[in-house]
T-cell receptor, first 113, second 111 residues
Framework: NAGVTQTPKFQVLKTGQSMTLQCAQD?????MSWYRQDPGMGLRLIHY???????DQGEVPNGYNVSRSTTEDFPLRLLSAAPSQTSVYFC????????????FGDGTRLSIL | RKEVEQDPGPFNVPEGATVAFNCTYS??????FFWYRQDCRKEPKLLMS???SGNEDGRFTAQLNRASQYISLLIRDSKLSDSATYLC????????????FGAGTRLFVKA
């Protein structure tokens, strides 16, 4: 079972570049979300989606865009990369049933120079 | 005040020891609770859900105290492989769709 798949696993960008982090899940989960984790800190929610065509902002949305055109895919776009966006990014999904745990991809390690 | 608070540790324990972690949450309307395990530079993985009646999975026991708004995790007979960061996670909001993560408690189990 693939579960939640994130690509790429590692990426180095220059300040001002844009890129898209990919996330796909094959569990038919309605709910998908993006988190960032900085050293010594907990996960912070960037954006989330409760279903295809619906997205909303989390705790730290600035500098990021998302879209959800299909149930399976939830890409995260960095519009103009900044060094402060150097982090590990995790995508997660869960079912639409209330109070279920989230399942995580194995992360994208992003460095902005 | 953070919505979910944990002692960051680290907890350094010998193999075979029993260790307990606590976590407090601020929203009394929180609906569901979990413990996740995160190894260094890896993704969080679900360890166990936490139920009001308490639940056990092998060497791991989780407890929820809604009146005091805290969650606990007990690890018995610690193994070297238990070394990791343990995340306390709370779902709140309508349908429990808002997930709040604690910053984690680091555990080192030594031979």
């Amino acid at each position: 079972n693939a579960g939640v798949t994130q690509t790429p696993k590692f990426q180095v960008l220059k300040t001002g570049q844009s890129m898209t982090l990919q996330c796909a899940q094959d569990m038919n989960h309605e709910y998908m979300s993006w988190y960032r984790q900085d050293p010594g800190m907990g996960l912070r929610l960037i954006h989330y989606s409760v279903g295809a065509g619906i997205t909303d902002q989390g705790e730290v949305p600035n500098g990021y865009n998302v879209s959800r055109s299909t149930t399976e895919d939830f890409p995260l776009r960095l519009l103009s990369a900044a060094p402060s966006q150097t982090s590990v990014y995790f995508c997660a999904s869960r079912t639409g049933t209330a109070n279920q745990p989230q399942h995580f991809g194995d992360g994208t390690r992003l460095s902005i120079l | 005040r953070k919505e979910v608070e944990q002692d960051p540790g680290p907890f350094n324990v010998p193999e075979g020891a029993t260790v307990a972690f606590n976590c407090t949450y601020s929203n009394s309307a929180s609906q569901s609770f979990f413990w996740y395990r995160q190894d260094c530079r890896k993704e969080p993985k679900l360890l166990m859900s936490v139920y009001s009646s308490g639940n056990e999975d092998g060497r791991f026991t989780a407890q929820l105290n809604r009146a005091s708004q805290y969650i606990s995790l007990l690890i018995r007979d610690s193994k070297l492989s238990d070394s990791a960061t343990y995340l306390c996670v709370v779902n709140e909001g309508t349908g429990g769709f808002k997930t709040i993560f604690g910053a984690g408690t680091r555990l080192f189990v030594k031979a």
